[in-house]
């Protein structure tokens, strides 16, 4: 294993650590939120206020500061100038935190003239009640921005730890806002939460370490220095790039406020249990793929560069596939488990349940966004993913439309996983031609593991309809029959899967068993 190799192993293990706790405290918030308000007109507000703070993060803390700053930044310290990168960080922190505070004053102000355009159905009391929720929540952004950019200047500097630790307290905020003042204030002690957890999480911790590792920063608006101006050339196609992914998920909310009460609530809570193995794996391993990326890039190691991108994939491929399978078999049992407590009903996890199984069919694609993208910023591309994504949410709306008819919800989520694939796969064919990436080295492994996949996963069906009535009818709680379920399909599910795997000589395999010697050994 290179040195790089090894780097980026280690990173995606904390990265992953880290982010699965995350993701532990995020299903306990959400379970917290279901059996507290359930899902209702009243949860469909809450989700909804979050629309335009999110979109603002998505356009501004999420694309720009992790994908434009960092090849950038990293270059400079690549060729030793590092005073020149802390200039670089200053500029970009002054001026775009004046830009996000001006943003934020807007919707401030114009909240309930904007929150129509998120919601078109809602009621005019839920449409009040999102912009008073909107209000709250719209100054965490500041936070995000200012924690974004600390977070990807810790990323470079080869710290992953208390990054990944801003969402967690922010986790921890919601939790609080809602035990606190849930009772008092309804869903707006959320909202109350949300912001603190921003603050403390993404934007103080972040910024007590980061003065520990040595930042220079200074106020300035030399918008002039090279490094800046590069930066502001790559962030504008960043910011598109990166976001509409994530747009996706405001558009399908904006179409989901058009059916019945409880619809937005319940895209949401199927989204997210999708986005868990989504966010430990592919957000690990894109994050820790990312610098090296843009370090081979900066020194023209094309190979390794190619080489560090297949791996990625492949991968994540291997991780995601399986886990798509069992979780569309297992899908009402796990968001039984998982949300169905106090007011949180049958029926709910019944349509919560369907719209998992519709966006699981996308999860190899959305888990594979992300490092598609950071492979064009790395080599400071930004044009290309703009135009592929622009032309996919062209796709997506009407999409989004002519399914909502027939399948209600679920067309909404299998609007989203179609568009998903078809944008990964418009972005594989333009790095083929960009940098010369051999495309059609990832369709062997890929079939196999689609095989090895749908096997198990009829072998976790078979296994789930042969026990689970049985246990039903000796009259064992439905959470425990449930959790027998989940065990019982991941476990012989999961074991023909590996076996299938080894049998179809599935390299990822061997990756994953030499990586668990090393972690053994070590």
Not at 7 to 19: D, E, L, P, S, Y
Not at 144 to 153: E, I, K, N, R, Y
Request: hydrophobic residues 55%; aromatic residues 10%.
């Amino acid at each position: 294993m290179t040195q790089e190799t090894h780097r980026v192993a280690r990173a995606a293990a904390v990265m992953m650590a880290a982010i699965f706790l995350s993701r532990v405290l995020g299903q306990l918030r959400d379970t917290a939120i279901a059996a507290w308000f359930g899902q209702n007109a009243y949860t469909d507000v809450f989700r909804a206020a979050f629309s335009i703070p999110d979109l603002l993060f998505f356009l501004i803390a999420g694309g720009a500061l992790s994908s434009s700053f960092v090849p950038v930044f990293t270059e400079y310290l690549t060729r030793g100038e590092e005073a020149e990168a802390w200039k670089v960080f200053s500029v970009v922190a002054t001026f775009m935190t004046l830009v996000v505070t001006a943003f934020v004053l807007i919707g401030e102000v114009f909240a309930r003239q904007l929150v129509p355009l998120v919601a078109p159905g809602f009621e005019p009391w839920q449409l009040d009640m999102t912009a008073s929720l909107t209000r709250i929540v719209l100054p965490a952004q500041i936070c995000f921005f200012l924690g974004g950019l600390m977070m990807a200047t810790l990323y470079v500097r080869g710290h992953f730890l208390v990054p990944a630790l801003g969402p967690i307290v922010y986790n921890l905020g919601i939790i609080a806002g809602g035990w606190l003042l849930g009772g008092h204030l309804g869903v707006a002690g959320l909202s109350w939460g949300a912001l603190v957890g921003a603050i403390l999480g993404n934007l103080l911790l972040q910024m007590a370490f980061l003065r520990r590792v040595g930042v220079r920063y200074h106020f300035s608006l030399n918008l002039k220095h090279p490094g800046v101006v590069k930066v502001g050339r790559l962030v504008l196609p960043v910011i598109l790039g990166l976001s509409l992914p994530q747009v996706f998920v405001l558009i399908n909310r904006a179409f989901a406020s058009l059916l019945p009460p409880g619809a937005v609530s319940a895209l949401d809570n199927a989204n997210k249990q999708m986005q868990a193995p989504l966010g430990i794996f592919a957000q690990a391993i894109s994050i820790a793929v990312f610098p090296t990326l843009s370090a081979q890039a900066a020194r023209g190691d094309m190979e390794a560069f190619r080489r560090t991108l297949l791996q990625g994939l492949r991968a994540l491929w291997f991780l995601t596939l399986p886990i798509s399978v069992f979780m569309m078999v297992l899908s009402t049992d796990i968001v039984s488990i998982l949300l169905q407590y106090r007011k949180f009903t049958p029926y709910d996890t019944q349509i919560t349940a369907e719209a998992l199984v519709f966006y699981c069919i996308g999860l190899f694609a959305f888990s594979s966004q992300a490092i598609l993208n950071r492979a064009f910023y790395a080599v400071q591309d930004t044009i290309t993913p703009v135009v592929i994504g622009t032309l996919v949410t062209l796709v997506f709306v009407p999409l989004n439309w002519l399914l909502m008819g027939p399948l209600a919800h679920k067309g909404l989520a299998l609007a989203g996983s179609i568009a998903a694939v078809l944008h990964v796969a418009w972005m594989l064919g333009a790095l083929r031609r960009k940098v010369q990436i051999p495309v059609g080295q990832l369709w062997l492994p890929f079939g196999r593991l689609v095989l090895a996949s749908a096997v198990s996963g009829a072998f976790g069906y078979a296994v789930r309809s042969l026990l689970v009535y049985p246990l039903l009818q000796h009259n064992l709680h439905p959470k425990l029959v449930s959790l027998a379920a989940i065990v019982l399909v991941m476990a012989a599910g999961g074991g023909l899967y590996l076996a299938i795997a080894k049998l179809l000589r599935a390299e990822e395999m061997d990756y994953a068993l030499r990586s668990l010697r090393r972690r053994a050994a070590s």
